[in-house]
């Protein structure tokens, strides 16, 4: 198994472009979670999904939107990008609930000037 | 709030024990995590306890839950090189977030 996959691995951005973070899992997980990481910071939840066709807020949504067309895939959506989401993002699994174990991506890097 | 706090370095010698310190604000939480970060790589859940629970031992780690202070400790037997890494506790909340800590980086001198 993979695991959890994302591209790109590091992007740079303008203010303003859009970007779609791939994500995705070859575990057959029904619960995924995007969280971004700021310097010094622990990770933040934007999103999570508990399944196809299933998603809901984190604790930071602003500024994102995500689908959960298949099990397998959890894109997340910058549309206006901002200075502010200047951050490394990282996707997760997990079998159940949250109290399983949670397999994280490699991470994206992104850099928005 | 919902902060979880942890001091930002740990600095030990190759052989000693390591010890990381978490206090938590959720007294609700029904899991407490240990995740460890290598560089450039996403978080590895290290072990995870138990509410209910005030120890919990796994090979060379011993994670301590005071829930009265709502202080989560996570110690390391025997640290090695390896180990070198940003450890990040968390709680799970609202029964589908995870809230995390800012990290302590343990670096380990031989």
């Known amino acids: 198994n993979a695991g959890v996959t994302q591209t790109p691995k590091f992007r740079i951005l303008k203010i303003g472009q859009s970007m779609t973070l791939q994500c995705a899992q070859d575990?057959?997980?029904?619960?995924m979670y995007w969280y971004r990481q700021d310097p010094g910071m622990g990770l933040k939840l934007i999103y999570y999904?508990?399944?196809?066709?299933?998603?809901d807020k984190g604790e930071v949504p602003n500024g994102y939107n995500v689908s959960r067309s298949t099990t397998e895939d959890f894109p997340l959506r910058l549309e206006l990008a901002a200075p502010s989401q200047t951050s490394v993002y990282f996707c997760?699994?997990?079998?159940?609930?949250?109290?399983?174990?949670?397999?994280f991506g490699p991470g994206t890097r992104l850099l928005v000037l | 709030g919902e902060d979880v706090e942890q001091s930002l370095f740990l600095s030990v010698r190759e052989g000693d024990s390591s010890v990381i310190n978490c206090t938590y604000t959720?007294?609700?939480?029904?899991?407490l995590y240990w995740y460890k970060q290598e560089p450039g790589a996403g978080l590895q859940l290290l072990t995870y306890?138990?509410?209910?629970?005030d120890m919990k031992q796994d090979q060379r780690l011993t994670v301590l839950l005071n829930k009265k202070d709502k202080h989560l400790s996570l110690r390391i037997a025997d640290t090695q090189t390896g180990d070198s890494a940003i450890y990040f506790c968390?709680?799970?909340?609202?029964?589908?977030?995870?809230?995390f800590g800012g990290g302590t980086r343990l670096m380990v001198k031989p």
């Open positions: 997760a699994s997990s079998p159940r609930l949250l109290q399983e174990t949670q397999y």
């Open positions: 575990m057959n997980h029904n619960y």
């Open positions: 999904s508990v399944g196809a066709g299933i998603t």
């Open positions: 959720d007294s609700s939480s029904t899991y």
């Open positions: 306890i138990f509410s209910n629970m």
């Open positions: 968390a709680e799970d909340n609202a029964g589908n977030m995870l809230t």
